[in-house]
C-alpha cells in the first residue's frame, strides 16, 4: 500500500482502470475464444505492471484519501480479471453463462474450477459436480446429449 | 474550436489540516458530464484524486451522495449543472470529515431516538397491512440527509428529532400492527419535540424522493392533543 501513497509516475488510476474495463469487455465478455483470451492476459499483466510501476497518486496521506482507495480497489479488480481470464481459458468447453467460440459445446465430466493465489502466481484445481437431484443428472453433458 | 466546459466550485476543507475552508475551480469538458456527481467524479479521475465525496449507485437510489449545490440540497447524481457557476458544498448542520464528506453521527442519533422500527405485542402480532397503500410513501425515503441539513431547526436545537425522523415516526403511527403508538407519541410530545417544526417546508424542497416530510410532520402534530 505505501508504494501507492508516494507512486510519482505518470498514469491515473483512472486510466488504467478504463483500459481494464474496456479489455475486459471486449475479450472477457459474454463471447470468448482463446486468441482474445491470450490477448486480454497480456493486456491485464501490463496494466498491473504500471500500477506497480508508473502510478500517479495525488494525495500523500492514509486518512480519507480516495486515491488512495481507487488504487486499492483497481489492484483487487485487476487480481480477479486475471483470475477470470486464467480460469475462462483453461476451461476449453462452453458450459452455463461461459460460452466459447472455439469450443462451443460442453465437454466430459462437470466440474468446479477452484482458484488458489500465491504472490504473483495463479493455480487452478478442478472438483467434481455432485448431483443431488434426478433432474440434475439428466441435464448432464453426456445425459443430454443422448436424449437430444 | 475550444470545447465548452462547466464551470464548477468545490468546497474543500481538511480539518486535520486547514484552518479554514476553501473553495476550488474547476474547469470541465461538458459532452463527459451531465450531473453535479459526474462532475466530481471526473474531477476525481482527471483532476486531483484527494476530492473526498461519497457516492455509491449513481441512480439516486441509495442516498449517499446529497450535497449543496447553487442554493438547494439534493442528491448529487440527480442535479443536473447549469450554465454559469455551480458551487458545491457539503451537508450543512454535520461536522466535515474531510471536503464534501460529512460526519452522518448527528443525523442517525437522532433518528434512532424515535425507536425507528416496528414493535409488535402479542395483541398486534398477527395484523396484516391493510394499510399498506398509506405507507407507500412514507418508506421512500432513503435517508440520505437532505432534510435534515435544510432544516433550519436541526441547526438551532440539538434536541429536535429532525424531518427525517418524523417521517420514519409518522410511518410506524399509521402501521397497525405497532403496539407502542402512545410511547411514539409522547416521545415528541415535549418542549424540543415535534412542535419545534415551524413549517418552513424546507425539507419538502429538499427531499430527493418526494417523501414530502413537512407534510408528516403536520400528521404526527394532529394526532398529539
Redesign the interface.
Known amino acids: 500500500m505505501t508504494h501507492m501513497l508516494t507512486a510519482k509516475g505518470k498514469v491515473?488510476?483512472?486510466e488504467l482502470r478504463n483500459k481494464m474495463q474496456e479489455l475486459m469487455d471486449r475479450h472477457a465478455g459474454v463471447f470468448r475464444d482463446g486468441m482474445g483470451l491470450v490477448e486480454a492476459a497480456k493486456g491485464i499483466r501490463e496494466l498491473k505492471k504500471i500500477l506497480a510501476e508508473d502510478l500517479h497518486?495525488?494525495?500523500k496521506?492514509r486518512?480519507?484519501?480516495?486515491?488512495l482507495t481507487?488504487a486499492l480497489e483497481l489492484k483487487g479488480s485487476l487480481e480477479i480479471a486475471d483470475i477470470i481470464i486464467q480460469a475462462a481459458l483453461s476451461r476449453n468447453e462452453s458450459i452455463g453463462v461461459h460460452f466459447r467460440n472455439d469450443f462451443p459445446a460442453p465437454k466430459g465430466r462437470r466440474r468446479h474450477s477452484l482458484i488458489k493465489v500465491r504472490k504473483t502466481k495463479i493455480r487452478i484445481r478442478y472438483t467434481g459436480v455432485k448431483s443431488r437431484h434426478k433432474w440434475l443428472k439428466e441435464l448432464a453433458p453426456g445425459k443430454l446429449a443422448e436424449k437430444l | 474550436m475550444k470545447e465548452k466546459t462547466w464551470k464548477i466550485s468545490v468546497f474543500r476543507f481538511?480539518p486535520?489540516k486547514d484552518t479554514e475552508h476553501r473553495f476550488v475551480k474547476y474547469a470541465i469538458p461538458r459532452s463527459r458530464v451531465r450531473t453535479v456527481l459526474d462532475a466530481l467524479i471526473y474531477i476525481?479521475?482527471?483532476e486531483?484524486?484527494?476530492?473526498?465525496?461519497r457516492s455509491s449507485c449513481r441512480q439516486g437510489r441509495c442516498g449517499s451522495c446529497a450535497v449543496h449545490c447553487n442554493g438547494r440540497y439534493g442528491l448529487a447524481c440527480e442535479m443536473p449543472l447549469k450554465s454559469g457557476k455551480n458551487t458545491i458544498r457539503p451537508l450543512a448542520q454535520l461536522p466535515v470529515?474531510?471536503d464534501l464528506?460529512v460526519d452522518m453521527e448527528p443525523f442517525w442519533e437522532r433518528y434512532e431516538s424515535i425507536k425507528p422500527y416496528l414493535v409488535r405485542s402479542s395483541k398486534t402480532a398477527g395484523r396484516n397491512y391493510r394499510n399498506r397503500r398509506e405507507l407507500e410513501k412514507k418508506i421512500d425515503c432513503i435517508l440520505c440527509g437532505a432534510c435534515f441539513s435544510a432544516c433550519l431547526m436541526t441547526g438551532k436545537n440539538p434536541a429536535f428529532h429532525g424531518p427525517a425522523a418524523y417521517v420514519a415516526l409518522n410511518r410506524f403511527l399509521h402501521d397497525d400492527s405497532d403496539a407502542i403508538t402512545g410511547q411514539r407519541l409522547a416521545m415528541v410530545k415535549g418542549e424540543n419535540g415535534v412542535f419545534r417544526c415551524h413549517n418552513m417546508f424546507n425539507c419538502n424542497e429538499a427531499c430527493p424522493k418526494n417523501v414530502e416530510p413537512a407534510e408528516n410532520i403536520l400528521e404526527i402534530k394532529k394526532n398529539i392533543d
Do not use: C
Open positions: 491515473r488510476t483512472a497518486t495525488d494525495g496521506e486518512r480519507a484519501n480516495p486515491g481507487e | 481538511d486535520l476525481r479521475d482527471h486531483d484524486d484527494t476530492l473526498a465525496f470529515i474531510k464528506v
